[in-house]
């Protein structure tokens, strides 16, 4: 296989790759750094020895995300307030769409190492347990065993009907426009009444430093906010669907870019997702050209 073969087999496979490492780690970064290391290793390896190239570069990708989370669940156990992943976009198409939300994700968080990329190899990106069992150097047997023990903990997470995409989006403004104009009111009649509210300041800008639980509590925080929007207004970017979620992108306070991510079930928003990390949100699409224009 020469360079240009090379190249392109890597290239058809790389957003699936970048995909499964963003599943894993709950970070951009984090992934393109995996897939660019397996790119390296991919040029590096004998090909007399691999008979499928995407069961080979999975594993490869794989491997190295179980070492990274070795790392990276030390940094978690420090991080400062709740932990969310970075808010990533969903193509308009929906060819690489699946059904792993962002309350998913956070509950990946809580799985072995082991049974997160069983369950994301089985389950979501439908490989067979004997080519897992390759992946993570288990037996099928034990790879079965992962994924059924992953799905029993993330049972509640699974999102149990999708919202359609306009119809998530219409609530999101109706949402927006009632936090950002202090119609609190009409807020309170889109929340149920156990909605939570976590927000990722990480440590660098202010957010609660616990998740908000209740009606009440997250009234309280919204009437606290109305207050601040109407001495600065909050600047709407723009509606997005963040991790299989309605919500929106905004700057707050002038400076602060900020993802808003709303799960919804019944017609009610069941909890608020809220990224405000800007380590988090380097890449968020149109803020560069929303900053220009201000």
Same mark, same amino acid.
């Given at each position: 296989m020469n360079e240009i073969a090379l190249s392109t087999t890597f290239a058809d496979q790389r957003p699936g790759l970048v995909r499964l490492a963003y599943r894993m780690l709950g970070s951009i970064a984090d992934a393109e750094d995996v897939v660019h290391d397996a790119w390296l290793r991919w040029l590096a390896a004998d090909r007399s020895m691999v008979e499928e190239p995407a069961a080979y570069l999975r594993t490869i990708v794989t491997r190295l995300c179980l070492n990274e989370l070795k790392s990276t669940r030390r940094l978690r156990e420090t991080y400062i307030g709740p932990w969310l992943p970075d808010p990533i976009f969903d193509p308009d198409d929906g060819e690489a769409a699946d059904d792993i939300t962002l309350p998913l994700m956070i509950a990946l968080e809580r799985l072995s190492p082991l049974e997160r990329a069983a369950f994301l190899l089985h389950d979501v990106f439908g490989l067979k347990f004997e080519a897992v069992a390759e992946a993570i150097g288990r037996e099928a047997a034990t790879c079965r065993k992962l994924a059924s023990r992953a799905r029993t903990h993330i049972h509640d997470a699974r999102p149990r009907f999708t919202i359609p995409r306009e119809e998530g989006l219409r609530f999101a403004a109706a949402f927006f426009d009632a936090s950002r104009t202090g119609d609190l009111a009409a807020l309170r009649t889109m929340l149920a009444e156990d909605v939570v509210t976590y927000a990722d300041g990480g440590g660098q800008v202010a957010a609660p430093s616990?998740?908000?639980?209740?009606?009440?509590?997250?009234?309280?925080?919204?009437?606290?906010?109305?207050?601040?929007?109407?001495?600065?207004?909050?600047?709407?970017?723009?509606?997005?669907?963040?991790?299989?979620?309605? @919500?929106? $992108?905004?700057?707050?306070?002038? +400076?602060?870019?900020?993802?808003?991510?709303? =799960?919804?079930? #019944? @017609?009610? $928003?069941?909890?608020?997702?809220? +990224?405000?990390?800007?380590?988090?949100?380097? =890449?968020?699409? #149109?803020?560069?050209?929303?900053?220009?224009?201000?």
């Open positions: 616990r998740p908000l639980v209740g009606i009440d509590a997250v009234m309280a925080r919204h009437a606290s906010l109305a207050r601040l929007f109407a001495v600065r207004p909050s600047q709407l970017i723009r509606y997005a669907i963040i991790d299989g979620l309605p @919500g929106f $992108v905004t700057m707050e306070e002038g +400076t602060t870019v900020q993802t808003t991510a709303l =799960n919804i079930e #019944d @017609g009610k $928003v069941v909890a608020i997702y809220v +990224t405000r990390n800007p380590d988090k949100l380097r =890449n968020v699409p #149109d803020v560069g050209q929303q900053i220009a224009g201000a």
